[in-house]
């Protein structure tokens, strides 16, 4: 029971209608379904969903531990809440690219991006990552074409080849990414403005950018990225290290005072919070489902 009114098929067509737009589309990572009905009520365009958020809400790190059942079932929580449309992470396509590309499309996924690392990734701001070669990453990508059944369902492909084969390579890399069916480039771990314009300069495509904190990207303006000619840009980590150093914070102070009194100024409130999760309109329509089945026993 949900209020959410679009369909998948409907938040696919206005991606690509957003896509096809001017301006660049801001899209913040959700590491969970409440933080992605806050993410639209501010405005933003769409909801990433992150492998390494994933990762790290199940206490692993992002070295390829997490299972397709473990971010398919939290993609389809955080997708089913909202009426943007909902990128996910898809790491290296979980062995099958095939069954993957199936299982996100049919849980209402509006595009995945899947990366050019071996099995064993690493995040991609971290040393000593090792690709497959661009042979291989073109065989998944026209796997992930073949399997999809939607055409709106947008397929990005991802290449961490800047800090492992330099940045003409990337590119070479990413125009038989775009021959091979993808319709998006993600070329990860760019280091400044120079380097994102000549990606936009060499690539006839859409292209994402990842302004990921603490990373290897120099942070930029999403209006910079958007004269520099990108078409998303996305903030994967952001609202979970949000939330995770107000916890800890949280929670040191706790421990230390033995109450939380000094930093009730720093929660969320219990009206927000039923804001937010549209707490009366659910028992609004709870009490009108009760009040006729009463009615109807009678």
Known sequence: MHFVKK?????????????????????????????????????????????????????YPDIGLTTLKDVSNRSK?????????????IDTGFKSCKETIEIFENYGISAVHLEDQIEQKRCGHLENKELITK?????????????????????????????????DKMIDRCKAYIDAGAEIIFPEALKNEFEFEKVRKSLDCYLLANMTEFGKTKLLNYKELENLGYNIVIYPVTTQRLAMKSVEDGLRVIFEDGHQNNIIDKMQTRKRLYKIVEYEKYNSLDEKIYNFSSEGHE
């Open 77 to 89: 929580q955080i997708s089913r809440v909202t009426n943007l449309p909902t990128i996910v992470d």
């Open 7 to 59: 369909k998948a098929d409907e938040k696919r067509i206005d991606f690509d209608h957003k896509l096809k737009s001017s301006k660049i589309l801001r899209v913040p990572g959700a590491y969970n379904p409440l933080t992605a009905k806050v993410i639209e009520e501010i405005g933003y365009d769409a909801v990433y969903v992150s492998g390494g958020v994933m990762s790290n809400d199940l206490g």
């Open 135 to 167: 042979n291989e990453m073109v065989n998944k990508i026209k796997e992930c074409v073949a399997a999809k059944k939607d055409k709106n369902f947008k397929l990005i492909a991802r290449s961490d080849a800047n800090n492992v084969e330099g940045l």
